[in-house]
């Protein structure tokens, strides 16, 4: 079985600064894939990053990253340079070898950018 | 690019009546899923199809059936509707290599379903 945890509720950034949304997770398997995805209030989900869990390198897409510590089960996502667009829902979800191809959600981070 | 697309857009139900929600996957991409995502709360699993034949089963009520056609697209028929139905559902396709972790899951906009 795999487990998403997301302890930020809600959380707030000035425009123009870098924030980070905390994830971390559980699975007993040793392949696996994590991934962010972002959810404005109009309701569509929308992929962001993605990291596997033998890359070695930390992902990174646009102003996206992703910052895997495995040892910790964490994969944090940071978003640099924020913009009020960047308002929205980030779940981070994850999928493992054996679970099937599904994926596996987390409760979700509400994100607000004020000016 | 093309991409998921459901169908209806908003539906509303009475009590015990049935629904139909359809999902019309990406071109070429041979798994389906379903999610729920009731409000304020994060998607939940229902079911999944790959290359027409149930591949895994969520959170599902039995009151909730679904297939995949020979066309890949899939269909997710409610009945007996309750209150507590009330949600977002979405659709979901990848490619599905079994077993892979790094296909992402590519999402519709969703059906918002209201019972009334």
């Known amino acids: 079985a795999q487990k998403i945890t997301q302890t930020q509720p809600g959380m707030f950034v000035q425009e123009k600064e870098a924030v980070t949304l905390d994830c971390t997770y559980d699975?007993?398997?040793?392949?696996?894939?994590l991934f962010w995805y972002k959810q404005p209030s109009s309701g569509e989900m929308i992929f962001l990053i993605y990291?596997?869990?033998?890359?070695?390198q930390n992902a990174t897409e646009g102003r996206y990253s992703l910052n895997f510590q495995k040892a910790r089960k964490s994969a944090n996502l940071v978003i640099s340079a924020s913009q009020l667009g960047d308002s929205a829902m980030y779940f981070c979800?994850?999928?493992?070898?054996?679970?099937?191809?599904?994926?596996?959600f987390g409760t979700g981070t509400q994100l607000k950018v004020e000016l | 690019a093309a991409g998921v697309i459901q169908s209806p857009r908003h539906l509303i139900k009475e009590k015990r009546e049935t629904a139909t929600l359809k999902c019309y996957p990406i071109p070429r991409h041979d798994t389906v899923y379903w999610y729920q995502q009731g409000p304020g709360q994060d998607p939940q699993f229902l079911i999944s199809?790959?290359?027409?034949?149930?591949?895994d089963k969520g959170s599902i009520p039995d009151r909730f059936s679904a297939q995949q056609f020979s066309d890949y697209h899939s269909e997710l028929n409610m009945s007996s509707l309750e209150l507590g139905d009330s949600a977002l559902y979405f659709c979901?396709?990848?490619?599905?290599?079994?077993?892979?972790?790094?296909?992402?899951?590519?999402f519709g906009s969703g059906t918002q379903l209201s019972v009334l």
């Open positions: 199809f790959y290359e027409k034949m149930q591949s």
């Open positions: 979901a396709s990848s490619l599905g290599r079994q077993g892979s972790t790094n296909e992402k899951l590519f």
């Open positions: 990291q596997g869990s033998y890359d070695e």
């Open positions: 699975t007993s398997d040793q392949s696996y894939g």
């Open positions: 979800a994850m999928k493992g070898a054996r679970g099937g191809n599904k994926l596996t």
